[in-house]
């Protein structure tokens, strides 16, 4: 076949790009994805290398996971979205480690990746702290596949339940989340709205008013990040609409059918879910680099790795720090403000420049607690809740997501399901790999 004129001129851009300091970026999350975008015009070859083939907008997993939203709304294609930037090429494969004095990375198969500069941004994963049966038992809520599964096993509930209602009696309609952080609040949130507005009318012949949800929390408030006005808006709201909130509560152990709580308490549940906790992504294990607590990989001011100047960390897995020498939160915003400073450092170097400080600017803090409630922070001080709050979560969330067509789709379901109270994405698909325990 021949070669088009824009392949040819594709082509020989792409050659000329292979002289070019190669800059290697691991995981297309929020900070590697930002950072492979913003060197399009800079003299570099980027390969961004990701163990899956898409990019995972996090914040709203917990909309998939309560049948509000379909995967493919929150998550896009690598390739889609990077395929017009000629300096950049995708590869997919799970870094497994890097031969730093042949500056290589590692893929799981033995395939090597030569790198001038590269750049770690693999995330978090979520953590257990070593609480007996979690890692077999709990669901965790860190990618499309989870949220697919959690969705299928709670919607299987009020079937089962259907079935058999005697089932009731042994949890099989208590749905406990563990976590009294953002996600932990929006999911308890959108569960008690699923229940009322759509397993009510999907299931008449279901005594629905026994459902419940159950948020518990070690500390003895919600939402840490917030002012204490927010946190107990939040809980005053949650617990308005129906959800039990148990702060001060510490969770011992879990099994297929229970949660097992400090002092003894035992709730039976067959669904429980964890947003406790994220350690860093296991990658930073694997380097022979220091870290700190949770993982992080201990960064310089400038985000570059001690020893190793040419390679930097951004986003979750960074143990950056502010001023106080606190670390930094781990957010989006952190991960994507991140990468502009790596991309501004190696454009300094480039200048002959030292390079600078990075310098986290915080825009503010947001949880939506469920339909027309939300708490909102700026940095300012200034402090909203309610629906005004609601609606601009809605905004910032509708806005932060990466291409029209994800923005389009969202927007779409959101208004569908807050004309109808309905639910647009009931599909029980996505649970080839449930714990059997649960089955
Ligand atoms: C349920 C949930 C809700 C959240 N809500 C919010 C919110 O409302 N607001 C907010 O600011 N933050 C929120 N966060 C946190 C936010 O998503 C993270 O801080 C952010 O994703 C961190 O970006 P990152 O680039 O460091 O990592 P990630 O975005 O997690 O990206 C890491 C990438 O690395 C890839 N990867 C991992 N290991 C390897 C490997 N070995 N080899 C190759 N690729 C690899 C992964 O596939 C992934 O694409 C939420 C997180 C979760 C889980």
Known sequence: MMATRDSREMLGREDRHKDRPRVVIVGGGFGGLRLAQVLEDEPVQVTLVDRRNFHTFQ????????????????????????????????????????????KLVLLADGTPIAFDTLVLATGAVTSDYGIEGVAEHAFPLKSPEEALRLRHHVLERFERTLADPARIESGELTFSVVGGGPTGVELAGALVELIDNVVRKDFPGLDVDRAHVVLIEATDHLIDPFH??????????????????????????????????????????????????????????????????GG??????DLSVPGHPDVFVIGDLAASRDLD????????????????????QLRRRRQGL???????????????????AAVAELPNG?????????VMWLALHLQRLVGYRSRFEVLTSWAWNYLTTDRTARLMVGAADEPSTRR
């Open 354 to 372: 030292a390079t600078d400080r990075f310098d986290y600017r915080n825009k503010g803090v947001m949880a939506t607690i469920g339909r027309n």
């Open 228 to 293: 204490p006005r927010s946190r107990e808006n939040a809980r005053h709201t949650l617990e308005s609409r129906g959800v039990e909130v148990r702060l001060g509560t510490t969770v011992e152990a879990v099994t297929a059918d229970a949660v097992h709580l400090a002092g003894g308490a035992v709730v039976p549940t067959r669904t429980l879910i964890w947003t406790a906790g994220v350690r860093a992504n296991p990658l930073a294990d694997r380097l022979g680099l220091d870290q700190t607590q």
């Open 59 to 102: 914040p709203l997993l917990y909309q998939v996971a309560t049948a509000m939203l379909d995967p493919a709304a929150i998550a896009r294609s690598l390739r889609a979205i990077l395929r017009r930037q000629a300096n950049v090429e995708v590869r997919l494969g799970t870094v497994t480690g890097v031969d730093w004095a042949a």
């Open 296 to 301: 992080r990989i201990v960064v310089e001011p």
């Open 325 to 344: 020498g606190n670390l930094h939160p781990q957010m989006a915003p952190l991960a994507q403000q991140g990468a502009d400073h790596v991309a501004a």
């Open 382 to 390: 200034l402090r909203f809740r309610g629906r005004l709050a609601w």
